[in-house]
């Protein structure tokens, strides 16, 4: 340490490091929200698909071209089933989350933080093909054997499968809300004579409402954008859903199955990113509703 | 007309109780089944097939016939190498990203554009994170299926939970570290690296395990950039990074443990089907490793510290 | 003090991270380079070759090319071969794009990707492979005409006894579009027909069709001969005539597809030194056979990429 810097540079060294860090993930998000946005949209510019197909066609074929010489890129199936598993994943794993967050934090807090909480944290570190894979042996089979269905693939173990996947997000963003609202609330009720279930219902669920509205759509978001877990059970026909027991397939599950089998620059690989393109536009929209529920929250909190 | 108000009251009390009682149980029966359902889970995938793990060859030997035979060494070698290389490349850019965030930029426009690219890059499904590495880095660049673009991938995946793990460690530093060591003169960047990282290093160290425990299973960005396969020999002793078969080239293909699972899920012959279930009970210790070293090293850094 | 070497390892780790991308970042752009002077050094100093193969595509002869894969290796210990099996689409698109060295194909490159990628690609045939349909245990019918396999596979014909069986719903288990399998069936039932119907599951593999066949009841679907199992399903006649490689060589049975793999023109030593391998009597005399294909050599007729079939 012959030569010290001066303060000066030293600080300046500081700032360019980091920020230079910083500087390069922010460059690599926006090369990739505009990489996709341009293969995606080329789909539309370039081959001349239709915007109005994709978003409301009701065929999907990409092996087979239709009379224009377009393959058949009506995504509204796989659109549906998308939104249909992440709603009834959501659907299921909501009440159960939110139940025993309140259970950890209201009722039995001391087991909900020294037990319960590590336990369901342990559930998030769970890769999701492991949790693909039970569903593939068990809930599949279960589906088999309670609906007496073919093969058991669809849309129902899909969402089963996903429900307990969000489980610990929703669960660990829940406990949070619920330990943010303030004691002085919860003592305030009881010494107006309202009862604990009565002080969580009226009290402590209404303060907590936009962080638990924000766990909802971060296991919404992560419900949507699942691969791999889902692909396993839902069976892969790229056709309308006509019960929850049909085999179906999301948005995830085609590209996983369909990317890199056609060659680049081709109809069917740009359509392909324009599902991916669709994936991204909707983690921004969830990504805007959780920044509104904050804002709101905080207007309404001071 | 005295008593017949206290009956009334009672009757509402009655009930209310009633409804505090009921809610309750239902409550701890939704707890319950939760944790059954996690016990029942990680025990279904452990003891499924946890005797394979000690079958002669499992650990020791390389995938044949498509994953159906054989042992799952270079799958375990692959994702711990994937992992390293992720680390290297996302633990300085985090922690690089998270100091300027939270001691450089404490509020303005730039701050809010770097926080929303975090933000995205996080909700992200990771199946378009493996399209834009597999476009760019096996495509444009040229790197094929290696384990660089998978590691690249990876880290793309990984950066925003470390910004964040880190960036809370630094948040919880108190502001009167910081006062003190800017009133000693201390530069913005002496106080950080001698002080706020130091103090923050327990927690940082605890997120960056857990962190991994997350890349070490995850699949799907992998697919399009590793790959889903390995090489069928590899030489551990060869360091001749340019050589195919040297287990060190980052530009070979690689295929990890959760890509192992995903590849071969299906095949119904039952040496396969156990593969499967050896590699799942597999990634799960290595999981559940992850997360008891994760505990174990923060709380000892924690103690060694205040010790001091 | 102890602040002091914590904070100077950080700084070091911080820098040596940096370091480390940018050094990973230049063997990015070289590795190709260092990897080709590399393969061609050793190349001259011995007989034997190195460098790195990779494949991807059709699942249904994976299991022949990486048996070979294992003979060549022995040979040449400074090869690596490696791949997987995603699909013939996948392999031909992949070669083309020059993500692997050779692609796997159960059909003609011609029929998936443009002419002026076919131009780029070497084609090797290396076996013939006879496909048919299989059925779950409990399905009785054990011959299908390919008209009735017709209305199978379009849903059409929707229900067992119409075909001669018991009175159960048909389960239609379909591979992946992109599946060679596929391709190869659909041709030889449905000839240049559009078929859009997709049946109650598309799966990935070959492996997977084994595995759903075994546990489910009244269903349909296809494999090539190597993908039989008796244990789990049964392999019916088509026309009356036995799925087996005699009968497809004098194209008797009428669903077989060859087995190519595709190289580029340009292709590096070992990737054409493997591809003659897999031509080479050691493959061809015995190993062909062993895996349940049919050499090239002992077929009849050949089938061109219009799917035209003419005695040799």
Redesign the interface.
């Known amino acids: 340490m012959a030569k010290q810097l001066p303060?000066?540079d030293?600080?300046n060294?500081?700032?360019g490091?980091?920020?230079?860090?910083?500087a390069?993930?922010?460059l690599?998000?926006?090369?990739?929200?505009f990489?996709?946005a341009q293969?995606g949209l080329s789909a539309f510019i370039k081959d001349d698909v239709s915007v109005v197909e994709f978003f409301t066609g009701t065929?999907w074929?990409?092996?087979?071209t239709a009379e224009n010489g377009l393959p058949?890129t009506g995504a509204l199936p796989l659109i549906v089933t998308s939104f249909a598993v992440m709603v009834l994943s959501t659907l299921i794993a909501l009440?159960?989350a939110i139940?025993?967050a309140?259970?950890?934090v209201e009722?039995q807090p001391k087991f909900g933080s020294k037990v319960?909480q590590p336990?369901?944290?342990?559930?998030?570190?769970?890769?999701?093909?492991?949790f693909?894979?039970?569903g593939?042996h068990?809930v599949v089979g279960f589906m088999k054997s309670v609906f007496h269905v073919?093969?058991g693939?669809g849309i129902l173990p899909g969402a089963i499968v996903l429900a307990?996947m969000i489980?610990p997000t929703m669960?660990t963003l829940s406990v949070d809300g619920l330990r943010a609202v303030p004691d002085s609330y919860r003592q305030g009720s009881l010494a107006l004579g309202y009862?604990?279930?009565?002080t969580?219902?009226h009290v402590v669920l209404k303060s907590a409402m936009p962080s638990l509205m924000t766990a909802i759509i971060?296991g919404m978001?992560r419900a949507?954008?699942?691969?791999?877990a889902v692909r396993?059970v839902i069976?892969?026909?790229?056709?309308m859903p006509t019960s929850l027991l049909s085999?179906a397939?999301t948005i995830?599950t085609t590209?996983?199955?369909?990317?890199?089998?056609?060659?680049?620059g081709?109809a069917q690989d740009d359509v392909l990113?324009a599902l991916?393109l669709l994936?991204?536009g909707m983690?921004?929209i969830?990504?805007l509703i959780i920044h509104l529920i904050g804002r709101k929250g905080a207007k309404t909190r001071g | 007309m005295a008593s017949t108000r206290i009956h009334i009251d009672e009757a509402r009390l009655g009930r209310?109780?009633r409804?505090?009682r009921i809610?309750?149980g239902?409550?701890?029966s939704?707890?319950a089944?939760?944790?059954l359902?996690?016990?029942s889970?990680?025990a279904?995938?452990l003891f499924e097939d946890i005797s394979t793990l000690f079958q002669p060859g499992f650990l020791t030997q390389p995938a044949r016939a498509n994953g159906t035979q054989g042992g799952v060494l270079y799958q375990l070698f692959d994702s711990f190498y994937l992992l390293l290389i992720t680390l290297v490349i996302s633990v300085?850019?985090?922690?690089?990203?998270a100091?300027?965030?939270v001691?450089?930029?404490p509020d303005g426009p730039?701050r809010d554009?770097?926080s929303?690219?975090?933000?995205?890059?996080s909700?992200?499904?990771?199946?378009?994170?493996g399209?834009?590495g597999?476009?760019?880095f096996s495509?444009q660049l040229g790197w094929k299926y290696s384990i660089i673009s998978g590691a690249v991938a990876l880290t793309?995946f990984n950066?925003p939970i470390l910004?964040r793990v880190i960036q809370q460690a630094l948040e919880d530093v108190p502001q009167a570290q910081r006062d003190a060591c800017l009133a000693m003169?201390l530069?913005?960047?002496?106080a950080?690296?001698h002080i706020l990282i130091p103090e923050a290093m327990p927690a940082i160290v605890t997120g960056i395990v857990?962190s991994a425990?997350?890349v070490?299973?995850?699949?799907?960005a992998l697919?399009?950039t590793s790959g889903m396969s390995s090489p069928v020999r590899l030489n551990f002793l060869s360091f001749n990074l340019s050589s195919p078969t040297c287990a060190w080239n980052v530009f070979r293909p690689g295929e990890s443990l959760?890509?192992h699972?995903?590849k071969i899920?299906?095949e119904g012959s039952p040496e396969a089907q156990q593969i499967?279930?050896g590699t799942?009970a597999l990634?799960?210790i290595c999981?559940?490793l992850?997360?008891v070293v994760a505990r174990i090293v923060g709380k000892q850094l924690a103690r060694k510290m205040t010790a001091e | 003090m102890l602040d002091q070497a914590y904070s100077r390892r950080q700084f070091l780790g911080?820098a040596g991270g940096?370091a480390s991308i940018v050094g990973l970042g230049l063997v990015g752009c070289g590795g190709s380079n260092v990897a080709n002077t590399a393969a061609e050094g050793s190349a001259a100093a011995a007989e034997s070759v190195s460098g790195e193969v990779t494949y991807d595509g059709a699942s249904s002869f994976q299991a022949l090319v990486e048996a070979a894969a294992e003979k060549f290796m022995d040979a040449n210990p400074d090869v690596s071969v490696s791949g997987s099996g995603?699909?013939s689409?996948?392999g031909l698109?992949?070669v083309?794009?020059g993500?692997v060295t050779i692609g796997n194909s159960d059909v003609f490159a011609e029929t998936k990707?443009?002419a002026d990628?076919v131009k780029n690609l070497v084609d090797h045939e290396v076996a013939v492979v006879g496909m048919g349909p299989v059925v779950s245990k409990n399905v009785t019918v054990d011959d299908l005409s390919l008209e009735q396999l017709k209305g199978i596979f379009s849903g059409q014909i929707t229900n067992w006894k119409e075909v001669g069986g018991g009175d159960a719903?048909i389960?239609v288990?379909n591979r992946?579009?992109?599946s060679g399998t596929r391709a190869t069936f659909e041709a030889a039932v449905f000839g240049d027909e559009?078929?859009?119907f997709?049946?109650?599951?598309?799966?990935?593999k070959s492996g997977d069709v084994q595995t759903?066949m075994g546990s489910?009841?009244?269903?349909i679907s296809y494999l090539d001969f190597s993908h039989f199992d008796d244990s789990k399903f049964n392999a019916i006649k088509v026309e009356g005539v036995e799925p087996k490689s005699t009968n497809v060589a004098d194209d008797s049975f009428k669903i077989w597809a060859t087995e190519h793999m595709y190289c580029a023109k340009d292709a590096d030593e070992a990737t054409k030194a493997f591809l003659e391998f897999m031509l080479s009597d050691d493959v061809q005399g015995k190993l062909v056979e062993e895996q349940g294909f049919i050499p090239v050599s002992a077929m009849k007729v050949v089938k061109d990429a219009s799917g035209k079939v003419s005695a040799k």
Do not use: H
């Not at chain 1, 690599?28 to 929200?33: E, F, G, K, N, S």
């Not at chain 2, 929303?116 to 890059?121: M, S």
């Open positions: 303060k000066r030293l600080e060294v500081g700032l490091v980091t920020g230079a860090c910083v390069l993930v922010t690599v998000v926006a090369a990739l929200i990489m996709v293969k065929k074929d990409l092996a087979n058949y009440p159960i139940g025993s309140i259970f950890a009722i319960f336990l369901i944290e342990l559930l998030t570190g769970i890769p999701s093909v492991v693909g894979l039970i593939f068990v073919s093969t693939l307990v489980l669960t009862t604990r279930w009565q969580i219902w971060l978001t949507f954008g699942e691969t791999l396993m069976g892969g026909i790229e056709a085999p397939s995830t590209l996983t199955t369909s990317m890199a089998v056609y060659a680049e081709s990113w991916g994936l991204l983690s921004l969830f990504i | 209310v109780q409804q505090d809610a309750t239902v409550l701890t939704i707890v089944i939760v944790m359902i996690v016990v889970m990680v279904y995938i300085p850019i985090s922690l690089g990203g100091v300027f965030l001691e450089y930029a730039i554009i770097a929303t690219a975090i933000e995205t890059l909700s992200l499904p990771s199946i378009v994170v399209m834009f597999f476009l760019v495509v793309m950066i910004v003169g530069t913005r960047w002496e950080t690296l857990l425990g997350r070490f299973g995850e699949a799907a697919l399009f959760a890509v699972i995903y899920y299906g499967v279930w799942a990634l799960m999981v559940l992850f997360n | 911080l940096l995603n699909g689409g996948k698109t992949a083309a794009a993500t990707l443009e990628q719903k389960v288990l992946k579009a992109g559009a078929v859009d997709k049946g109650d599951a598309e799966l990935d759903q489910t009841d009244n269903a």
